[in-house]
Structures are given as C-alpha cells and as structure tokens.
C-alpha cells in the first residue's frame, strides 16, 4: 500500500469510530444498582396516587409490577429461583437467549414499568409515558445490542405476567353487582359522611390469592358481640373510641394522621367535594421496603426480593381482610356513635367506605412487618419519611413490628375502629405474612 493509500484508509477508519457509539465496559456494575428498582417502584407509587386506586387495587397492581421485576432480573442471579410454580397460576416465562449478554436490571425495570401502566391504564387510550431512569440506562453507554435484547426481554416477561394477571378475576368483579345495604339489622355497615360512598369493592375476595390457598384460608376472629345496651362489652369499645377522640391528645391525633393513607379521602367546600391523593397503606409499606433495603445496603436482587414478597403479604392481606369485612358486615364506630351515644361526635380521621371488621391497614401494616422481619431481622431498627411530602416528620421504629401494632392503635385514635377490629387485623396479618414467607422460596 503506497503512503497515500495508507492515509486515506486511516483517515476513513477515524471517520467510522467517531461516528460509532463508544460503550463502556462497567455499565453491568453500575446496572446492578439497588436505586433503580426502588425508582421503578417510587413510579408505580406515583402513579397509582395521582389516579387514586382504592387500597385492594393498588395491592394488586403492586404485586404483578413486583412478580415482574423480579422474574425478568432472576436469571442474572444464579442463587436465587423463578416464582412460577409457587404463585397460583403463574407459568414458566420466556427464557433468555443462550450465549447472549443481557443487563438485567434493565430488563427487570422495563418489565416492572409495562405491567405497572397496562394495569393502571388499562381501561383508557393513554400515551406511553417516558421515564428518565431509562436515560440513566443509556449513559452507560452499554453496547446497543445489549440495550435493545434486554428492553426486549423485559418487554417479553412483562407480557407474559399480563397473560397471567388476566385470569385472576378482576375483570369479572368490575361488572358484579353492588353491596345491598342491609337496612334492617342495626349492626350491619351503613355508608359513612361525608360522600356517603358505596361499599368499597365487595367482591374483592373473589379475586384469585398469590400465594394463600383461598380467600379464607386465614379467617380474621369475630367481632365483639352486637349490642346496643350501656353495659355490654359492645358499647364499651364504641364508648372507648368517642372518649379517646374527644380527649383530643395531641400525640394521639399526630399518630393517626401519621398513618392515615387514605387515597379516596374527600374534602368538602360549599357543593363541592374533592379527593385528596394521598399514599395507600400498601404504598407505605412499599416505602418502608425501600427504606429497609437502603439501610441493609441490600443488592438489587435481594431488594427485587423484598418487593416481592411484600407485595405478595399485602395482597393476599387485603384479601383476607376483605373476605371478614363483608361476613361479618359489621358498623362502623361513626355511625354506632352519632345514633347510641352522640349524634354530633365525628372522627378524627375520614371513615372509609366498607365495613369495620377487621382493619385492613393492620392486617397488611402485620403481614408487611412479618415479612420483612424475615427477611431482615427483628429490632431492625429504621427511620420512615413516607409521609414527609404531605408535611409530617419521619418516625423512627425499633422494628417493623412495632411500626405495625402502631398502624393497628393509630385507626382508634383516628376513631374509624375499634379495638378489636385492630387487634384481630394484626393477628390475620401476622398468619398471612408468616405463611408468604415460608410458601414463598427465592433462593435455591
């Protein structure tokens, strides 16, 4: 080759790699970051609260967003072992290529992000949303290749748990009749100010568990016994959540609000009613996850792990939950109150619209807790900024137990329970949370 040959040969090559995307050889490193699948769930959280979900909703929305991050970052994890087989119904989903490279934590949150929109918007035409953690992806500079096989096999585990989602019945109960108010009894549930709703998703134990065998499998104790007499056990607890409202202790009241997250709660003015869109119970403890995992400087994989096995808790939870609400069908303290003991008397908090017993935020806040104690010890102390962006400091708990049998005491503070109602969601919420993380196994 003569010199002039030989330069413009060089000149060429220097023409190609400049136009060529230079990539790096530690982007799987600085994939393998726990804060993206904390992102990914912080934007289910969001989204999930600007649409106002009821509680059970956004459970289930939750859990399959959570099934599919997992699954799609698993094969990268040798140690660890798919959920199909163990969660009913869920099949074996698409396997990667062999002798192909993948990041797969860029196909877990690709997975994670598809599930969680089809299912908040799967009812309506609604533009595909661009997410800036994807941006974070890219500047990895991460060959392209690499890029496009791993969205797509985030793409394809995510459809695959969509097939599974659509035979949980959910789309059944959207067309089922509505709850008949029993107008008869005084001791059933009767709609609550100040929107008066319908019963909240009556149907809700008919939606196919995650992990537990049935809706019933863990039945909630029975309520006090109905009564209206000044000298029965009954209007004693009803007596118990007036007076502890009225005494107005402001340590008290700052602990319901704490753990109020109620999405669907309404503010009036004049004609007009408002929702305020707050965090749902399930969304709280999906934070104290990601506080947990943070403190425990967990890896991606055992905080995939954590979400996973959470979601599963609060699910079934609020199935459980739901199948004692509506047997025993029981009032709440609001309406006992205003018509046997005061008929001004409000609570502190907004009473939701279903029936008393037994508390669904204590039966899942218990099911989280025993979950997560599993999974990272008891007196594991943390600090919890939830409910920091609605202006409430952080609370600092010595154990997630702790936080919870605070959840349970702080719906009688609020006055929209009683004791008891508490008490029986905390116990059924231990025996779901323990049984998810005995069924539930991630690791080989």
Not at 199 to 222: C, N, T, Y
Request: aromatic share 12%.
């Amino acid at each position: 080759m003569n010199i002039k040959a030989f330069f413009i040969a060089a000149f060429a090559l220097l023409v190609w790699l400049s136009g060529c995307k230079q990539t790096s050889t530690d982007y799987q490193q600085k994939a393998n970051n726990p804060e993206f699948m904390h992102a990914g769930v912080r934007r289910i959280t969001d989204i999930i609260r600007h649409d106002i979900f009821a509680p059970p909703i956004s459970s289930r929305i939750y859990v399959y967003s959570a099934v599919a991050a997992y699954e799609a970052l698993v094969p990268g994890f040798p140690t660890y072992q798919s959920l199909a087989g163990q969660l009913n119904g869920l099949t074996p989903g698409p396997k990667p290529e062999d002798g192909k490279e993948y990041c797969y934590p860029l196909a877990s949150v690709n997975a994670q992000l598809i599930v969680g929109k089809q299912l908040v918007f799967s009812e309506g035409d609604v533009e595909e949303l661009k997410e800036k953690i994807f941006e974070d992806f890219q500047k990895m500079n991460m060959p392209q290749e690499v890029y496009d096989r791993s969205m797509a096999y985030g793409e394809a585990v995510a459809k695959h748990i969509l097939t599974w989602s659509k035979k949980d019945n959910y789309a059944q109960i959207r067309s089922a009749p509505k709850f008949t108010i029993d107008v008869e009894s005084p001791a059933r549930w009767r709609p609550t100010p100040p929107a008066y709703g319908d019963a909240l998703e009556p149907h809700w134990p008919e939606i196919r568990p995650w992990v537990m065998d049935s809706a019933s499998q863990f039945k909630g104790d029975p309520p006090v016994p109905f009564s209206t007499d000044k000298k029965s056990d009954f209007y004693k607890q009803a007596l118990e959540v007036h007076d502890i409202v009225n005494a107005k202790n402001p340590e008290n009241e700052a602990t319901a609000w704490y753990w109020d997250d109620n999405p669907f709660a309404m503010e009036v003015s004049g004609h007009v009613a408002f929702a305020k869109k707050k965090i749902s119970p399930g969304g709280h403890w999906m934070n104290i996850v990601g506080h947990a995992c943070r403190k425990a400087n967990a890896d991606i994989i055992h905080s995939a792990e954590a979400y996973v096995k959470v979601a599963c808790a609060i699910a079934d939870g609020f199935i459980a939950c739901w199948d004692t609400k509506y047997k025993t069908n029981l009032i709440r303290p609001e309406s006992y109150i205003n018509q046997y003991i005061d008929q001004n008397w409000q609570p502190l908090i907004q009473t939701p619209p279903f029936p008393e017993h037994t508390s669904g935020h204590s039966t899942i806040s218990m099911a989280s807790a025993a979950v997560l104690t599993g999974l990272f010890g008891d007196n594991f102390s943390f600090t919890d900024s939830t409910e920091l962006e609605f202006g409430i400091e952080p609370r600092t708990f010595p154990s997630f137990n702790k936080a919870a049998e605070e959840v349970g005491v702080s719906r009688l503070y609020g006055g929209i329970h009683y004791r008891r109602g508490n008490e029986c969601g905390l116990k059924c919420g231990n025996e779901v949370g323990q049984f998810v993380l005995a069924e539930l196994k991630t690791r080989k």
